[in-house]
Antibody, heavy 113, light 108 residues
Framework: QPQLVQSETEVKKAGASVKVTCKAS????????FTWVRQAPGQGLEWLGWVSVNNNKTNYAQKFQGRIMLTTDTSTSTAYMELTSLRFDDTAVYYC??????WGQGTLVTVSS | SYELTQPPSVSVSPGQTARITCSGDALPKKYVYWYQQKSGQAPVLVIYEDIKRHSAIPERFSGSTSGTLATLTISGAQLEDEADYYC???????????FGGGTKLTVL
């Protein structure tokens, strides 16, 4: 059974960067692409982008173009999401998902002054 | 930018049928996925590729599409089905994915 374990809570200053990790286990890592999603407090789900494990091809939500980078490392079965130039409204729980069905537990990123 | 439109809330009594809709211009050409999210938890895949029920999801959950409208139906809703439900799909180019705004299902 695939399992995704994400990194712990992050607290960052406005203008800084954050990198969230998503460690996969229980399946062949190259089977699924990774999707990243976030959820601001009390709000709905927001798609951030997608990365192919096989060729690292990416597709980012237009809103985050230039500020987000999604990568994978097949040697460690880990996916990464880096978001730069953090703003207060980037405060959210960030999720990784392998394929459509397998999700991490979420990582809270808080952006403060 | 592409949008999927869901009703903010749906309310049914236990045992009744709940229908949650999702409207989007590209739905005739693109698959829709449905997720259930309970408070404080990660989303759970319920329906994929319009009509396929994910493993371990009860048979009372079903998906259907007609033109630009997708529907998640819960036949005989249970108290444990109270949650937020989100549809998910892509625009006609396949490059931009999006979630609907979510529907809060109340069973009481």
């Amino acid at each position: 059974q695939p399992q995704l374990v994400q990194s712990e809570t992050e607290v960052k200053k406005a203008g800084a960067s954050v990198k969230v990790t998503c460690k996969a286990s229980g399946y062949t890592f190259t089977t699924y692409s990774f999707t990243w999603v976030r959820q601001a407090p009390g709000q709905g789900l927001e798609w951030l982008g997608w990365v192919s494990v096989n060729n690292n091809k990416t597709n980012y939500a237009q809103k985050f173009q230039g500020r987000i980078m999604l990568t994978t490392d097949t040697s460690t079965s880990t996916a990464y999401m880096e978001l730069t130039s953090l703003r207060f409204d980037d405060t959210a729980v960030y999720y990784c998902a392998a394929g459509a069905a397998y999700w991490g537990q979420g990582t809270l990123v808080t952006v403060s002054s | 930018s592409y949008e999927l439109t869901q009703p903010p809330s749906v309310s049914v009594s236990p045992g009744q049928t709940a229908r949650i809709t999702c409207s989007g211009d590209a739905l005739p050409k693109k698959y829709v996925y449905w997720y259930q999210q309970k408070s404080g938890q990660a989303p759970v895949l319920v329906i994929y590729e319009d009509i396929k029920r994910h493993s371990a999801i009860p048979e009372r959950f079903s998906g259907s599409t007609s033109g630009t409208l997708a529907t998640l139906t819960i036949s005989g809703a249970q108290l444990e089905d109270e949650a937020d439900y989100y549809c998910y799909s892509t625009d006609s180019s396949g490059n931009q994915s999006v979630f609907g705004g979510g529907t809060k299902l109340t069973v009481l």
